[in-house]
């Protein structure tokens, strides 16, 4: 057998040798300070009987003495390089020996800046007998008197004891500003939260009180109503017995005005969205329904931040990019590191190599923001070992929320920097939601839903859920929200659709006629109106029809790309009519897919729905289909998404809150115990009963073309050439495209020809002797 033999590289002769410097380096430590002017040493006599004071013994009072006497105080400052530099050596490599003989000379260079300032500001305080700054500080100090005077002497010190520092101990002063203002900020984040929560306590508290008193008073009310209505009673019954006779008198004027009720009801229920019930209790229901944030401490420290941030400079030079971490973000989920590039260094080049620093750094994905907006730095966002789950509840009880005028604010989640984010619909006007199955989309939806229900009233926001899976949306059936019970049919779904076109054409009328320009406009008209005690009635109407406030109306639909399976481009005309017009209408959409293709995202729906929410998807080119860039494939999944807000180009990344089955649960029935729906059965009905829709091709609309006068000729045109192309009949004819076009279609659903192939054409089905 071969002997092991122990090699140079392998016997850890550093690590060995700084220990034993360490060692010295304590016991010099208490050597100095437990020194004692009456222990032997260079400058006294020593006697056998005499008692050593210092716990380092007889070495330790002489060693004491000597350094004291060469450098003074400053020997406590030596003892700490020795220390720092056993450290370094013990835990850091150095690469380069010059850099070595670099901060050893700013080491020396320190300490010989320290006795001078000792020897100025401490003469003869620190040790009676000795010099404060020693030998090399009294006469360095001297020396620098005599030719640059005593105040030149102390800038030159001072500037100089300022570089041997910072190059000795590796200080980076921007860093340490930041890290002082960031205690700052914290500091003053708490003092603020403290004084909220008192606040509050205290508003609550006057609010609890104000509450009893009313009741009392209302119940005082109450027994004096009671006795009041037993004497009414008795006359009551009286006057019911001498009715009784004319009752059949006027059975017949009854019958008559019963028919005309029954007829403005009808013409009510066309116009009216919500009848608001007189005994709905539509206060808003309280936070404490959810579940309570989770205080799950801080992420990351700021030494494993700094780490990290060196770690990362180190892994982007070996990728070779020189850049700098110039700021650090830490957030719940993921930490941003803003990263400074050297002049001439492009931003893709670090783009390109994000799977290689995912990969280094040992972490899922890391995802590359070349452009923030206001920095000329890229975002680096790498995330988090100890990831936070974001609640709504915080959300919603965030001052952002709370301070929300808008009845359709949205709780997202927080931002990189764990800032609550709260978007308003009224102003997007519609979203368009994608991610794949556990992304967390349906979560998302979930927590949007509880927003609205958690800022809205019945009558301000009503609902449309079109739910094809029949499992998400249906545990919100019930809710006084609704218009009409959650739709899980798709045809029922297109007509809901439809209902929501022909609502947005009859409110243009009204606005119309009314001179205003918005829905808020007109319910605000409506308002004033009633505070003057005045009314307002239907102007589109024959009858006499008061108006009354108009709900904002918002359509959700969770699994999009179902219903353009079914429906197809019957739907994507109606969405596209609805995303165009109905914003100051104020009807709203949110459509939500776990399939991003561009089947189901059509050009003509991106166009008209320019905000975007992008969970986790599979690949970049749903990235691209959703976001019209990538980054939505490096995302962690769970909620995590990128937010593209309407009129921005680069999206804003979300950590979405999460809101549990239960929670959603305890929403609902807290509504249904307050109100109960006022559905309007028209909306999923057929199309005779909403009326026709301007762009909607129905069943007798399609078979009008067969009644073109050229439609005979173009059919035996087609039949005789085998040629089922526009542009032939185009020319044949010496018609307009459109025109051709509808002819060729008509042709199409009549069986004549085929539907349109890959390559752009038709067959014709119908044999040439027919």
């Given at each position: 057998?071969?002997?092991?033999?122990?090699?140079?590289?392998?016997?850890?002769?550093?690590?060995?040798?700084?220990?034993?410097?360490?060692?010295?380096?304590?016991?010099?430590?208490?050597?100095?300070?437990?020194?004692?002017?009456?222990?032997?040493?260079?400058?006294?006599?020593?006697?056998?009987?005499?008692?050593?004071?210092?716990?380092?013994?007889?070495?330790?009072?002489?060693?004491?003495?000597?350094?004291?006497s060469?450098?003074?105080?400053?020997?406590?400052?030596?003892?700490?390089?020795?220390?720092?530099?056993?450290?370094?050596?013990?835990?850091?490599?150095?690469?380069?020996?010059?850099?070595?003989?670099?901060?050893?000379?700013?080491?020396?260079?320190?300490?010989?800046?320290?006795?001078m300032l000792?020897?100025?500001?401490?003469a003869?305080?620190?040790?009676?007998?000795?010099?404060?700054?020693?030998?090399?500080?009294?006469?360095?100090?001297?020396?620098?008197?005599?030719?640059i005077?005593?105040?030149?002497?102390?800038?030159?010190?001072?500037?100089?004891?300022?570089?041997?520092?910072?190059?000795?101990?590796?200080?980076?002063?921007?860093?340490?500003?930041?890290?002082?203002?960031?205690?700052?900020?914290?500091?003053?984040?708490?003092?603020?939260?403290?004084?909220?929560?008192?606040?509050?306590?205290?508003?609550?508290?006057?609010?609890?009180?104000?509450?009893?008193?009313?009741?009392?008073?209302?119940?005082?009310?109450?027994?004096?109503?009671?006795?009041?209505?037993?004497?009414?009673?008795?006359?009551?019954?009286?006057?019911?017995?001498?009715?009784?006779?004319?009752?059949?008198?006027?059975?017949?004027?009854?019958?008559?005005?019963?028919?005309?009720?029954?007829?403005?009801?009808?013409?009510?229920?066309?116009?009216?969205?919500?009848?608001?019930?007189?005994?709905?209790?539509?206060?808003?229901?309280?936070?404490?329904?959810?579940?309570?944030?989770?205080?799950?401490?801080?992420?990351?420290?700021?030494?494993?931040?700094?780490?990290?941030?060196?770690?990362?400079?180190?892994?982007?030079?070996?990728?070779?990019?020189?850049?700098?971490?110039?700021?650090?973000?830490?957030?719940?989920?993921?930490?941003?590191?803003?990263?400074?590039?050297a002049?001439?260094t492009?931003?893709?080049?670090?783009?390109?190599?994000?799977?290689?620093?995912?990969?280094?750094?040992?972490v899922?994905?890391?995802?590359?923001?070349?452009?923030?907006?206001?920095?000329?730095?890229?975002?680096?966002?790498?995330?988090?070992?100890?990831?936070?789950?974001?609640?709504?509840?915080?959300?919603?009880?965030s001052?952002?929320?709370?301070?929300?005028?808008?009845?359709?604010?949205?709780?997202?989640?927080?931002?990189?920097?764990?800032?609550?984010v709260?978007?308003?619909?009224?102003?997007?006007?519609?979203?368009?939601?994608?991610?794949?199955?556990?992304?967390?989309?349906s979560?998302?939806?979930?927590?949007?839903?509880?927003?609205?229900?958690?800022?809205?009233?019945?009558?301000?926001?009503?609902?449309?859920?079109?739910?094809?899976?029949?499992?998400?949306?249906?545990?919100?059936?019930?809710?006084?929200?609704?218009?009409?019970?959650?739709?899980?049919?798709?045809?029922?779904?297109?007509?809901?659709?439809?209902?929501?076109?022909?609502?947005?054409?009859?409110?243009?009328?009204?606005?119309?006629?009314?001179?205003?320009?918005?829905?808020?406009?007109?319910?605000?008209?409506?308002?004033?109106?009633?505070?003057?005690?005045?009314?307002?009635?239907?102007?589109?109407?024959?009858?006499?029809?008061?108006?009354?406030?108009?709900?904002?109306?918002?359509?959700?639909?969770?699994?999009?790309?179902?219903?353009?399976?079914?429906?197809?481009?019957?739907?994507?005309?109606?969405?596209?009519?609805?995303?165009?017009?109905?914003?100051?209408?104020?009807?709203?959409l949110?459509?939500?897919?776990?399939?991003?293709?561009?089947?189901?995202?059509?050009?003509?729906?991106?166009?008209?729905?320019?905000?975007?929410?992008?969970?986790?998807?599979?690949?970049?080119?749903?990235?691209?289909?959703?976001?019209?860039?990538?980054?939505?494939?490096?995302?962690?999944?769970?909620?995590?998404?990128?937010?593209?807000?309407?009129?921005?180009?680069?999206?804003?990344?979300?950590?979405?809150?999460f809101?549990?089955?239960?929670?959603?649960?305890?929403?609902?029935?807290?509504?249904?115990?307050?109100?109960?729906?006022?559905?309007?059965?028209?909306?999923?009905?057929?199309?005779?009963?909403?009326?026709?829709?301007?762009?909607?091709?129905?069943?007798?609309?399609?078979?009008?073309?067969?009644?073109?006068?050229?439609?005979?000729?173009?059919?035996?045109?087609?039949?005789?050439?085998?040629?089922?192309?526009?542009?032939?009949?185009?020319?044949?004819?010496?018609?307009?495209y459109?025109?051709?076009?509808?002819?060729?279609?008509?042709?199409?659903?009549?069986?004549?020809?085929?539907?349109?192939?890959?390559n752009?054409?038709?067959?014709?089905?119908?044999?040439?002797?027919?």
């Amino acid at each position: 057998m071969k002997k092991s033999v122990i090699t140079k590289a392998q016997f850890p002769f550093r690590q060995i040798s700084s220990f034993v410097i360490l060692s010295f380096s304590i016991y010099f430590f208490i050597s100095l300070i437990t020194y004692d002017q009456n222990d032997p040493s260079f400058s006294s006599i020593y006697s056998e009987n005499q008692i050593i004071s210092n716990a380092g013994g007889f070495f330790g009072a002489y060693i004491s003495d000597l350094f004291l006497s060469i450098f003074g105080a400053s020997a406590y400052i030596l003892i700490f390089f020795i220390i720092h530099e056993v450290y370094l050596a013990i835990f850091q490599k150095e690469k380069f020996k010059i850099l070595m003989l670099l901060r050893f000379s700013s080491i020396a260079l320190a300490t010989l800046c320290s006795c001078m300032l000792f020897e100025h500001f401490y003469a003869g305080e620190l040790y009676p007998q000795l010099s404060s700054g020693g030998l090399i500080g009294f006469t360095s100090f001297d020396f620098l008197v005599s030719y640059i005077g005593i105040y030149g002497s102390l800038v030159f010190i001072s500037i100089f004891s300022i570089a041997s520092f910072t190059y000795a101990l590796q200080i980076q002063w921007s860093r340490l500003f930041k890290y002082c203002m960031s205690f700052v900020q914290i500091l003053f984040t708490k003092l603020k939260n403290i004084l909220l929560t008192s606040v509050n306590f205290f508003t609550n508290a006057f609010s609890l009180i104000s509450s009893n008193i009313v009741n009392s008073i209302k119940s005082f009310s109450l027994n004096n109503t009671v006795e009041a209505e037993v004497t009414k009673t008795k006359s009551r019954e009286v006057k019911e017995v001498k009715s009784q006779d004319t009752s059949e008198e006027e059975s017949s004027v009854n019958t008559s005005a019963h028919e005309e009720q029954v007829k403005s009801e009808k013409i009510k229920k066309k116009t009216t969205v919500y009848k608001k019930q007189s005994d709905a209790d539509t206060s808003m229901p309280n936070t404490s329904l959810l579940d309570k944030a989770l205080d799950d401490g801080q992420s990351l420290s700021k030494e494993e931040l700094n780490s990290l941030a060196d770690l990362l400079e180190k892994k982007l030079l070996e990728f070779g990019v020189e850049a700098e971490v110039v700021s650090v973000l830490p957030g719940p989920v993921v930490t941003r590191f803003e990263v400074q590039p050297a002049p001439g260094t492009k931003a893709s080049k670090i783009t390109n190599i994000s799977q290689d620093i995912a990969r280094s750094l040992a972490v899922n994905s890391v995802r590359v923001v070349e452009v923030i907006e206001g920095k000329s730095v890229v975002g680096v966002e790498i995330p988090n070992t100890n990831r936070k789950m974001v609640r709504l509840s915080e959300i919603l009880s965030s001052e952002v929320f709370k301070s929300s005028s808008s009845s359709l604010s949205l709780a997202l989640g927080h931002d990189i920097s764990g800032d609550p984010v709260v978007v308003d619909l009224s102003k997007m006007p519609h979203l368009l939601v994608a991610g794949t199955t556990g992304s967390g989309k349906s979560v998302g939806l979930n927590a949007m839903l509880l927003s609205l229900l958690f800022k809205s009233e019945p009558t301000e926001v009503r609902l449309i859920l079109i739910d094809p899976k029949m499992l998400e949306l249906s545990v919100y059936d019930g809710i006084p929200h609704l218009l009409t019970p959650v739709i899980t049919d798709m045809t029922d779904a297109s007509n809901g659709l439809r209902w929501c076109v022909a609502e947005m054409d009859r409110r243009y009328r009204l606005m119309s006629e009314m001179g205003v320009r918005n829905l808020n406009g007109l319910n605000k008209l409506i308002q004033e109106a009633k505070n003057n005690d005045s009314k307002i009635f239907d102007p589109t109407s024959d009858d006499e029809i008061e108006l009354e406030e108009l709900p904002s109306i918002v359509v959700v639909v969770d699994e999009f790309a179902d219903m353009m399976m079914l429906v197809g481009k019957k739907v994507e005309h109606l969405i596209s009519r609805i995303a165009q017009k109905a914003r100051a209408a104020g009807i709203h959409l949110i459509l939500a897919t776990q399939r991003p293709s561009v089947d189901v995202i059509t050009g003509l729906i991106k166009a008209n729905i320019p905000t975007r929410i992008a969970f986790q998807v599979s690949s970049k080119i749903d990235s691209r289909t959703i976001l019209d860039q990538g980054g939505a494939d490096q995302l962690l999944g769970y909620g995590d998404m990128l937010y593209l807000p309407p009129g921005q180009g680069n999206p804003i990344r979300v950590h979405g809150a999460f809101v549990g089955d239960d929670e959603v649960h305890r929403v609902v029935k807290d509504w249904k115990n307050k109100a109960k729906p006022d559905y309007l059965d028209e909306i999923t009905s057929d199309l005779q009963e909403t009326g026709p829709i301007p762009g909607w091709t129905s069943d007798s609309s399609s078979n009008s073309e067969e009644n073109d006068e050229l439609y005979d000729e173009a059919v035996n045109f087609v039949i005789e050439s085998r040629r089922a192309s526009i542009s032939s009949v185009q020319r044949k004819l010496r018609i307009g495209y459109n025109r051709a076009a509808r002819i060729i279609e008509a042709m199409e659903e009549a069986g004549l020809v085929s539907e349109m192939g890959t390559n752009g054409t038709r067959e014709v089905l119908v044999p040439k002797n027919q």
